[in-house]
């Protein structure tokens, strides 16, 4: 196994969820979540499909509605004020599992779009650090293609690059690599281990643990709407305390 | 038992080869497409036949055409008996076919002169690559083609101008405070400029006036083309807020959008025009007198708005709802992902079906020949028909006012596949 990415972790918060509630209609997705994220601080979200980590982060930008309990983005609480759920999305990244580029705009217009019109920044100059971040992602040659021409990998960098391009001070990746190839999907877990060792705030909902072992201050178990286990990497792996988790474990690590 | 593999290894690939004569070319074509069964042979030979036989009837017809004359009697004396078209009606009531019977001869020139700005208007719309200057023009050339046609005072048209500029600007100064508000301030001052213009109309009378033409001498092609224009331009943006409308989360635009779209779509539209002709004079003022084309225009474009509208929301349906989710999660506000993000594409979707509602509205112009107007259809209905010089010469004329109608639709129709080539850029 790799060596563990270590870097200081700073005290000041970035995230922080206090006794959150969700439902969706009658089904409570979200259970009393209570959740506190530091600057700099990388997480790994797991769990079996429907246990709500996807709607957990999903919650953290408000592209889904909490109706209990309190989400404190980067010192701003998200409330239903529109305002504030703009001014955190544009300090939030966030990635997909099915990359949702734009088709009809070039990989170049996806990234500077963002910064162009949210931010008011200067097209030639959106345009210098959009290149940047591809040089980044390592597809700068692509930059005129258009999101149609690219492999699922090479979209899912450019999905990133996106992200960046807004400078977040935090990233979610929302299961980036589930919908990938075996051999692309190496080329975006190495994007996302070159971020976080760059000290980038993450959550990331992944079956990939041997990317939670690399690079995850923390994992996270969650199930049934429920946080139920989280520990350091190592201690997680190797001696989980709940049955559900090891349950989960054998399932996943046991081939 | 043990199984024997036969191990092979290519040393050399084969080089690429022509395929066989048989399989190429013209023979192939038609022995495939034309002659493949005896079904097909007599199918083959059956559908040369009734081409031919149409071919042989109407080529005299149309090639002893008679092109000269004043009226129906002097085509069959010419003819003498012959098969042959009376096309000398198209010569004679040429003028009435294109402006209608009262629009005054004179003044030909500036009905042509704004269908030729029309041409140069038209083109930064429908092609992106032109430079964007030019555009400044489109958003003029409205006003300058109702001077055009209708004549009167520039002024008119000046000061309805200005109050559309000031409100937009207006609405534009205010657009961070919220859409509402702006677009209400933007009215309000439009409304200003419009008061305070409509005295310097007044006292303007006379400057750079073009002899004035009232709307019921519009007529002819030329009224088909003036709906078809300014009612398809209406039609689009109107329905695209119809269909954002039906999909808002404030439940009173909702319903509002919702019942406006399915009335709409529930009555026919002739019984429209006869609202616009007869009943809508009931719900004004008694003095207000609102021209009959500007009622057929808003009857006719809230007509077709409810159709695209519907046509735009199966685009936004074909949407992945990621696109929404990525325009939202970058920071940018419902404006801004509505025309960056979600329109270009959900309107490249509908582009078929716009196209199909712009057709046919085109061609429903014709229905206001019901209502008395006298454009292509009615001038041929009443007028031309009636007068004993040209009684009884249907095909001729009916064949041209589809020709013309054919040419316009078919363009627009491949004007729209050129667009979707154009738009392709996901390589599916």
Redesign the interface.
Known sequence: MTEQVHLEISDEIAIQIQNMNKWFGSFHVLRDIDLTVNRGERIVVCGPSGSGKSTLIRCI?A?EEHQKGQIIVDGIELTSD?KNI??I??E???C?Q?F?????LSILENCT??PI??RNTPKKEAEEVAMHFLEKVKIPEQADK????LSGGQQQRVAIA??LC?KPRIMLFDEPTSALDPEMIKEVLDTMIELAEEGMTMICVTHEMGFARQVANRVIFMDQGQIVEQNAPEPFFNDPQNPRTQLFLSQILGH | MAHKIASFVRNELIPESPPPVSETGAIKWMRENLFSSPLNIIMTIASLWAVYTLFNSVAPWFLNGVWSGNSVRDCYEILDGATGACFAVLKERWPQLIYGFKYPPSEFWRPNFAAVLLCVAIVPVLFSTVSKKLFLFTVVYPFLAFWLIWGGTILGPIVAFAGCAVAVLASRRLESYGFALAALCGFVCALVCWIFGGYLVDIGKDFLVLPSVPSRDMGGFMLNLILGTVCVSLSIPLGIMLALGRQSDMPIIKWICVCFIEFIRGVPLITLLFVANVVLAYFFPPDTNIDLILRVIIMITLFSAAYIAEVIRGGLAALPSGQFEAANSLGLNYAQAMRLIILPQALKVSIPGIVNVAVGLFKDTTLVSIISMFDLVGMIRGPILSSTAWNGVYWELFAFAALLFFVVCYGISQYSQWLERQLETDHR
Do not use: I
Request: glycine fraction near 8%.
């Open positions: 930008n592209l529109l703009d001014k999305r544009s939030v990244g966030m997909f099915h949702n580029l734009f088709p009809h779009l963002a019109w949210v258009y999101p149609g021409q996106r992200s807004m």
